[in-house]
Structure formats: structure tokens, C-alpha cells
């Protein structure tokens, strides 16, 4: 079963533009933890972020941030005043109590067009 | 500044060939995993280890083998190299109740 959902194939929007992407995640578990990444036309696996289930702030740095609601079970990430930069694929990830190993959704390609 | 390295970047392979990965971190990380890439598939989990000479099998673990020697070092064997296992491969460090990394990435193409 689908543990992690994103739902959004992909994005795409004007630079200077918000974006938001969306991240819905099935767990049983009460401690779990929540990933961001971001992949790059290059190809490498940037970690952008790690939430705990007990820690329910949301989280910005810089023009990223991340609304976390346990009651829709989702973890979302919004990038403000897009750049041509962000162009990625963005995944999110679950890791369960059990060995730690994360289970990624599929990805949003986002796409910046100045 | 935290490392997860991949020995190779690119890798061609004959088919038949044992081929070794090797991925190293400092982070001093008990759990490390082995990922492979393929467009419309996603991630998917190959294995991984929580700890030195353990290892546990993921979603699709045919065809490879692992060895933790030593905690910093994970490697991934593919024990006969075939066509369908041509794809980037992605090692991972940490994860569980720390920050997870990982390495650079290797795309292996088996002809």
C-alpha cells in the first residue's frame, strides 16, 4: 500500500510565483519522521528537511516552508517567490519506527519559467 | 559538512560482471541503505543495514547482495550483472531519529 502520496505529477509556474506541494503519508506508527527532498537536473538527492510526529510547528527557512498537520496526515512544503533554481523533482518521505528506512512518494517535477 | 560518498559516478558493466558500490559516511550513522532509480518507479528500497554485519532485504533484493563490514562503509554487490539492472543507485545514510543523507549517486549501465 502507498504509504506516501503526492498526488501533484507537476508543477509548473512563473518565476516570483508561489508553490506549494502537496504530501499525504499512512502511518499506524505515533513516532514517525517526515522527509523533504529535492533532486536537481544533476541528479543528486538534496535533504531539505526532517520533522518528527511530535513536533507540529511549521518550519521556514529562507523561502521554503513546511505546514505539518497531523489531523489531515499530510506534510506539505511551500516555495515562495520562485526561482528558476528551484526546477526539481521534490519528494517526500516517511520513516516508521521500524529500522528507520524511509518510503518515498513518487515526486513533483516543479518547473520555474522566468 | 556531512558526506555520504559514492565510489563511482558512472559505471559501465558487462553483463555476467560482478560489480561492486561502495558507499562510505562519516556521520558515524548505525542505518545505511541501498536505493535504485528508474524513471516511472520511483525509489525503491534494495536493502539496508541498522548496524555492522546486519543487513535486511528491502522491496526488491533479487539479484544483489550487501556486506557491512565496518560502520561506515556499505556496499552493494550485484552478483551477475544483467541488462535490467542498468539504473542510478543511490546509497542513503541515517534516518530514523536523525537527518538522512545521501551520497552522489551512481549511474550503472550494464551492456
Known amino acids: 500500500a502507498q504509504k506516501v502520496t503526492q498526488a501533484q505529477t507537476e508543477i509548473s509556474v512563473v518565476e516570483k510565483e508561489d508553490v506549494t506541494l502537496d504530501c499525504v503519508y499512512e502511518?499506524?506508527?505515533?513516532?514517525?519522521?517526515l522527509f523533504w527532498y529535492k533532486q536537481p537536473p544533476s541528479g543528486e538527492l538534496v535533504f531539505l528537511i526532517r520533522?518528527?510526529?511530535?513536533?507540529?510547528q511549521n518550519e521556514i527557512s529562507g523561502r521554503y516552508s513546511w505546514n505539518f498537520q497531523k489531523s489531515t496526515s499530510s506534510f506539505n512544503f511551500t516555495i515562495t517567490a520562485s526561482q528558476v533554481v528551484d526546477s526539481a523533482v521534490y519528494f517526500c518521505a516517511l520513516s516508521e519506527s521500524s529500522w528507520g528506512k524511509l518510503q518515498f512518494g513518487a515526486g513533483t517535477q516543479v518547473v520555474v519559467t522566468p | 559538512d556531512v558526506k555520504v560518498t559514492q565510489s563511482s559516478r558512472y559505471l559501465v558493466k558487462r553483463t555476467g560482471e560482478k560489480v561492486f558500490l561502495e558507499c562510505v559516511q562519516d556521520?558515524?550513522?548505525?542505518?545505511m541503505f541501498w536505493y535504485r532509480q528508474d524513471p516511472g518507479l520511483g525509489l525503491r528500497l534494495i536493502y539496508f543495514s541498522y548496524d555492522v554485519k546486519m543487513k535486511e532485504k528491502g522491496d526488491i533484493p533479487e539479484g544483489y547482495s550487501v556486506s557491512r563490514e565496518k560502520k561506515e562503509r556499505f556496499s552493494l554487490i550485484l552478483e551477475s550483472a544483467s541488462t535490467n539492472q542498468t539504473s542510478m543507485y543511490l546509497c542513503?545514510?541515517?534516518?530514523?531519529?536523525?537527518?538522512?543523507?545521501f551520497g552522489q549517486g551512481t549511474r550503472l549501465t550494464v551492456v
Open positions: 542513503l545514510s541515517g534516518g530514523r531519529g536523525t537527518e538522512a543523507f
Open positions: 520533522r518528527n510526529s511530535f513536533d507540529e
Open positions: 556521520m558515524d550513522h548505525e542505518n
Open positions: 502511518t499506524r506508527d505515533t513516532t514517525y519522521y
